[in-house]
C-alpha cells in the first residue's frame, strides 16, 4: 500500500498544478508554458508508475516516451525562463531544445520496433528489472538499447548543467533590465525562480545517483523508493507554488514600457534627436534638482518613465544617462538616495518614529525591502544604525559636559 503511494505521489502533485494553472483566469504566456510543462510531467511519471508497478506490457509501449518526456524536463523548464525574462510571445523556433530528446526517443522506439518478442523479453525483464535467468551474450538490438540507457544519462545530466547555466544567465539579464527601469523591484524580480532552478539541478543529481543502482533496485528495495518520490514530489510542488504566485513576467513589463513610452510621447512635444554634451548636462542638472529638492525618490513607485516625462526626455536618454554617465542603475540610484534619506531621519529622531514609518518616509515600497537594501548598502540593520547613531550622540555630549 505504501509502496503505490510513493509511486503515485509525484504524478498526483503534477496533476494538481496542471489543473490549477489550467483553470488559472489571469494566465500569462508563461504560466501557459509551465502548464504545458506539468502535462508532459504527468506522461513522465505515469511511465515511472508503470514501471515501479511492474505493468511490463504497458511499459514497453511507454518506455520511449518517457524517454521523451524525461529528457525535454529541463529544456522545456528552460523555455519557461525564457517566456519569463525574454520571449513575450512563446517562440516555436525554440522547439529546437527538445532535438536531442525527440532524437533519443526516436532511436529507442525504432529499435523497439526491430526487436523480436524474445529480445523485448530479454530487454525489459533482464535488463530494466534485472530479473534472473537472463544472461549475456546478448543481441546487437538488446546492446543498443542498453547503450540508449547510458546516452540517456549523459544527455540528462548535460541538460541540467546547461539549462541551469543559461537559466540563471537570463535571469540575472532580466534584473539588470528591470533595474534599469523600476526603482523598486521588489514582487518583480525573478529569485524564487532561480532558486527552484537550483533545486532543480540538486533533483537531477537525486535522479543521477538513483540511476546509479538502476530503477530495479527500488524494486528490489521498495521502502527506498520514498526518497526519490519524496523529493521529486516537493521540488516539482515547489516548480508549480512558485510558478502559480510569479505575477510579474517580461510581457507584463514590455507593456508598461510601451503603455509609458506613448505617454511620454503624448506630453512631450520635442525631443533632441542625441544626446549632446548640452542636453546630458541639462538632463543632470534636472535629474538632480527633482533628487535633492522634489524627492521623487520618496515615491515607492518610481520609475524611470516617470523621472523621463517630468524631465521632458525619454526613457532611452535618461537610461543612457543614468548607465554610461553616472556609472549605476536607476533602482540603485534611486535606493541610494532612499537609504541616505533613511539615514538622516534615524539619526536625527530618537523612538518617536519607527522603523517601519521611517522606511515609508524614505520611499521604501515595504519593511521587508528597507531593511534588506539598507543592510547592503550599509552594512548595518536599521535599528542597529539608530543605536549607533544614539551611542554617539550621548558620547558627544558627556564628552561636552
Partial sequence: MLYSFFTIMPVFVNLFWFIILLLESKQNNSKRFLTIFFGVMIVNYTAHLL???KEYE???????????TSLASYPLYYWYIRTLTTDVKIDLRRSWVLIPAFLVAVYSAIIYVLM???????????????????????????RLQMFRLRLF?????????????FGLKLIREFHAKIKRYYSDIEGKDLNPIKWMMILMTFASFISSASSIFEKDY???HPFLLAIPSITHSIFLFGVGYVGYKQKFSIQYFMQEVNAND?????????LVSDLSVKEISR???????????KQIYTNPDLRLSDVALMLGTNRSYLSRLINDEMGTTFCELINDYRVKHAKSLLENSNEEISLDEIGSLSGFNSTSSFYRIFKEKTGLSPGKYRQNS??????TLSIND
Fill in 116 to 142: 523480436s518478442p524474445q529480445e523485448i523479453d530479454t530487454f525489459i525483464h533482464g535488463i530494466l528489472y534485472d530479473e534472473q535467468g537472463y544472461h549475456p551474450p546478448y543481441s546487437l538490438l538488446v
Fill in 58 to 68: 504497458l511499459y514497453t509501449i511507454v518506455d520511449s516516451i518517457w524517454v521523451f
Fill in 390 to 395: 544614539l551611542n554617539q550622540k550621548t558620547r
Fill in 283 to 293: 538632463l543632470n542638472k534636472g535629474l538632480q534638482m527633482l533628487l535633492k529638492n
Fill in 262 to 270: 506613448q505617454q511620454i510621447a503624448q506630453h512631450t512635444t520635442k
Fill in 153 to 165: 544519462q549523459v544527455i540528462f545530466v548535460l541538460q541540467a548543467i546547461l539549462s541551469l547555466y
Fill in 218 to 220: 527500488f524494486i528490489i
Fill in 51 to 53: 514501471y515501479f508497478n
